[in-house]
């Protein structure tokens, strides 16, 4: 607000022309002078609309055709009362801002509560009318995106005044997204007319816009906004390719051959032999499109300068006219995407591709129906009223309950950290970090939900979208059914299972801030390791609870078995007692293998080693197939009466304190003789246990691996499996 009109012979950055006219359907460009002496005469009659507003009501009705005009009127009156008398710096009567926000809020198809709202959004802040008196005449909605656009008074917050009255627009977004559309409109009028500021302030409020309006424009789909910001900066902040851009569209349009035009005749023909209605238009790239392509492929051709819009009348037709374009003309199927099956984060719906003609012209295609269109160029501001109850035909979730695409997930996102955000500065700064993560993707929850999470995001990021504090607790994920540290960075599509620990002692590690990609994950993080100086020095430890040293110290502290440590394992032991097994050759002495650790009822084979010893394996054993191609021969075993028996097995966990404490203790309670124990040092959170035990039955081994399993920290637990050696 309190935006500032161009005084045309101040020199400043010239405004891109014929794309943003185009996107007006050929409107002329409203004079901003004329209408601003008609809003100096004051309303005509009362109950006429004043002239001053006709343009507004032009556009209104063109999307809205019965529409109730008489907020408008009132809003005006109210507005050009309040406001006369007040000049911007151009000279110009200070209504005419307000005025032409409208108006660009109107040929997107804003509803009459915000045009309403656009007129009155600077009332309060820079006139005597209160928001009461809002409320009063014209109802809480319209108070409401008032107050969201309201500007905090600097006497009040001093340098903070910039960032905290982003931070309430936001959160007053939350709850009604024409907030921001308001302010989006209110910024591009001023973008329009900044030339009359001096040059430092207009790379000021460029950068602000670059950083922090164009990506929430991108965020809630207002294409025509968007594009149009991105110029107006582009022409600021790189005023040398700007002008360089600007020549290349001025030689483009001299060219008397258009490829382009050609292409889209194509085509319609092709279209139209189909018998497939559609409309084809050529879209002009803006400058900033533009300058990306150029640097992107170097020399510029002809079909470079725009792309095809083909508008259709069902979802269905679109791929109708796809099958046709690539069966008739020749596709480049690297730049195909379909954006109706999968839409964007911000709503956006198109089928995209390219094809290319025999002189090596390319022309890339969108193809969308004319909702879609309309979707992509206004955004949430196609959406209308938050507040109206839903159409029948509007999605539901599973519960029944209306899908608010006016929420999106960065939305409530942004929402649940900026709360976390300590000071002003801070925020400011990790909402500019925020918003320039411009791609999101989708993940999926295990009970079918869904987490919506910017590009680069880790399982750390999707562990505090999901459980927001309580991800300190978080030790480790599945993704896709597989193990995955937290570190691990998810892909579209992903399914991810977060494992919680249940210890009270779980904490975060700082190394997690290294892998948090999210501002919600990353302030989380350094608010506990701010109130825990001693904390989150997980990874010096060796992921046990114990320190090295005491990982090597050979006792468990459960039920009194003793635990061998790595440093001990090639001593002597006493001979195991095992299962009983009957082999067919008299007098032969029967050892159970150590790689595989049969034990009944697993189906058995046996082989002769020196001194007429018979090794038993389980037939799945690598051993087993390794002896087998060597050409040794198997003798006949099978087990006897007796199910004592002796097995290895390997516990895998992430490290947290207590725990190899907490694993022996199941062990000894399963009844089980922990016979020796290595725990190896942590790898990326995790670590591997390897017990020995003795059993009395075999038939407890399902009952004991279940409980290991059971201990917090635990994901896998499985019989021990060696590599049979090298031929």
Request: one cysteine or more.
């Amino acid at each position: 607000m309190s935006a500032e009109a161009t005084n045309p012979a101040t020199p400043g950055p010239a405004a891109p022309p014929a794309p943003a006219a185009a996107r007006r359907k050929s409107r002329a460009r409203i004079d901003l002078r004329r209408l601003g002496r008609a809003a100096l005469l004051g309303p005509a009659a009362r109950g006429r609309l004043p002239d001053a507003i006709g343009h507004v009501v032009e556009a209104h009705r063109a999307h809205h055709p019965d529409a109730d005009l008489e907020p408008l009127r009132r809003a005006y009156v109210l507005a050009e009362s309040s406001h006369r008398g007040q000049m911007r710096k151009s000279g110009e009567p200070y209504i005419t801002h307000p005025l032409a926000v409208t108006l660009i809020l109107a040929e997107l198809g804003a509803e009459t509560t915000t045009l309403t709202a656009s007129l009155l959004h600077d009332t309060v802040e820079d006139t005597d009318v209160t928001l009461d008196q809002v409320r009063e005449q014209f109802g809480e909605e319209v108070r409401y995106l008032v107050d969201g656009v309201t500007k905090l008074e600097k006497v009040d917050y001093g340098a903070a005044a910039e960032p905290e009255t982003f931070r309430k627009m936001l959160v007053a977004t939350g709850n009604d997204v024409r907030v921001m559309s308001i302010k989006l409109a209110d910024r591009l009028h001023n973008m329009r007319t900044l030339g009359v500021m001096r040059p430092e302030k207009q790379e000021r409020i460029a950068k602000v816009t670059r950083d922090v309006l164009i990506p929430l424009a991108e965020r809630l789909g207002v294409q025509a906004l968007k594009t149009e910001l991105e110029d107006l900066v582009f022409a600021i902040l790189h005023p040398e390719e700007y002008a360089h851009t600007r020549e290349l569209i001025a030689e483009n349009a001299a060219r008397r051959d258009d490829p382009l035009a050609e292409i889209a005749d194509e085509v319609r023909g092709v279209l139209r032999e189909a018998d497939i209605p559609a409309e084809v238009l050529i879209r002009p790239r803006h400058f900033v499109s533009l300058h990306r392509v150029a640097r992107k492929r170097g020399r510029l051709r002809g079909a470079d300068f725009g792309r095809l819009l083909v508008l259709v009348g069902e979802d269905a037709d679109c791929y109708g006219v796809l099958g046709e374009l690539h069966t008739c003309m020749t596709p480049v199927v690297s730049e195909f995407k379909d954006f109706i099956a999968v839409p964007k984060f911000n709503l956006y719906q198109s089928l995209h591709t390219a094809v290319a003609r025999a002189g090596g012209q390319v022309a890339e295609v969108l193809i969308r129906t004319h909702q879609m269109h309309k979707v992509a160029e206004a955004g949430v501001v196609a959406l209308g009223n938050p507040y109206a109850p839903p159409a029948e035909e509007q999605a539901t979730t599973a519960d029944g309950e209306r899908a608010d695409p006016t929420r999106p997930g960065w939305l409530s996102r942004l929402l649940d950290w900026q709360q976390a955000a300590p000071d002003p500065d801070t925020f400011w700064s990790t909402l500019r970090e925020d918003l320039a993560q411009d791609r999101e993707i989708t993940v999926f929850r295990p009970d079918g939900g869904t987490l919506g999470l910017p590009e680069g995001a880790s399982c750390v990021d999707a562990a505090y979208a999901q459980y927001g504090e309580d991800a300190h607790a978080c030790i480790g994920a599945r993704v896709n059914g597989r193990l995955a540290t937290l570190s691990t960075v998810l892909r579209d599509g992903d399914t991810v299972q977060l494992l919680m620990g249940q210890d009270p002692a779980s904490e975060p590690s700082r190394e997690w801030l290294e892998h948090a990609h999210t501002a919600a994950a990353r302030i989380a993080i350094q608010r506990w390791l701010a109130t825990h100086p001693g904390g989150g020095g997980g990874s010096e430890s060796d992921g046990t609870g114990r320190s090295a040293a005491g990982a090597q110290s050979g006792t468990a502290g459960a039920g009194g078995s003793a635990v061998r440590s790595a440093e001990t394992e090639g001593a002597p032991m006493a001979r195991p007692r095992g299962a009983d097994v009957l082999v067919d050759r008299p007098g032969a002495a029967v050892r159970l293998a150590g790689c595989c650790t049969p034990v009944p009822p697993d189906e058995i084979t046996g082989f002769a080693v020196r001194g007429g010893v018979v090794t038993v394996h389980r037939v799945g054993c690598t051993a087993v197939a390794h002896m087998k191609s060597r050409g040794r021969a198997e003798v006949d075993v099978r087990w006897g009466d007796t199910t004592e028996c002796r097995v290895t097995l390997v516990a895998e966990s992430f490290g947290r304190p207590h725990l190899l404490a907490d694993l022996t203790e199941a062990i000894a309670l399963e009844g089980a003789e922990i016979v020796s124990a290595t725990v190896e040092p942590p790898s990326q959170q995790r670590v591997r246990h390897t017990y020995t035990l003795q059993l009395p039955d075999a038939t407890h081994l399902p009952a004991l691996m279940r409980a290991m399993r059971d201990v917090p920290g635990v994901y896998d637990v499985s019989r021990a499996q060696h590599q049979a050696p090298a031929s």
